[in-house]
């Protein structure tokens, strides 16, 4: 039943990050150029796994994200991406990834901060698609860039680990006592990056 149950979730989790990730960049890309980049974006996830499953499993989330990004890397380069709008791609789609990995979680084990989070991520997804539709509406975004809503809701994602990694630490994918530190950093990338992004001439 536990395979079973592994194989579902992954078979889902890839599927779904395939169909968000194709539908940011269909209009501007080839098929061949989005599924590629996809596939190496995958790659870099499941082999940064594989990594921490045999040398640093509590690190299996940021090794994930780390392969996935060098993965997300390659495509731009290769096909010549705009950067922002893939990495909006690769951000729905991670967080497709990582939902998927606490409903597993929640399902298999009943750890209640996996079923929070859980509802956190499915309402930061929510969040997405309404940022998405119109953030170029917004007077203080004068750039109107596309990356806006992929920096907010990755902003918000790390600085709720960074805030809940202060007083409970035994959260999946949590890398103890390191998380507060890591996820905040990352949280002031996102948001540096978006006010960078959003200070420039559309």
């Known amino acids: 039943m536990p395979l079973i149950l592994n194989i579902s979730f992954t078979f889902a989790a890839v599927l779904l990050f395939l169909f968000f990730f194709w539908q940011k960049l269909k209009e501007d890309y080839t098929r061949n150029q989005v599924f590629t980049t996809a596939f190496y974006t995958?790659?870099?996830?499941?082999?940064?796994?594989?990594?921490?499953?045999?040398?640093?499993?509590?690190?299996?989330?940021?090794?994930?994200l780390v392969g996935g990004s060098l993965g997300i890397l390659v495509g731009i380069f290769r096909f010549k991406l705009r950067i922002f709008e893939t990495v909006e791609g690769g951000i729905l789609g991670g967080l497709i990834l990582i939902l998927f990995a606490f409903l597993h979680d929640f399902t298999i084990n009943k750890t209640v901060f996996s079923g929070i989070g859980s509802v956190v991520l499915i309402l930061g997804i929510f969040l997405y698609f309404l940022l998405n539709k119109h953030y170029k509406h917004f007077t203080w975004y004068a750039s109107g860039k596309v990356g806006f809503s992929g920096l907010v809701i990755a902003g918000g994602?790390?600085?709720?680990?960074?805030?809940?990694?202060?007083?409970?630490?035994?959260?999946?994918?949590?890398?103890?006592?390191?998380?507060?530190?890591?996820?905040?950093v990352a949280a002031f990338v996102c948001f540096l990056l978006l006010f960078n992004l959003a200070r420039k001439s559309p």
Do not use: C, D, Q
């Open 42 to 64: 995958l790659f870099g996830v499941g082999a940064g796994n594989i990594i921490a499953n045999f040398f640093a499993a509590p690190w299996w989330f940021y090794l994930g």
């Open 157 to 184: 994602f790390f600085l709720i680990r960074s805030l809940v990694a202060l007083k409970f630490l035994s959260v999946l994918s949590f890398v103890g006592s390191y998380e507060t530190l890591i996820s905040g």
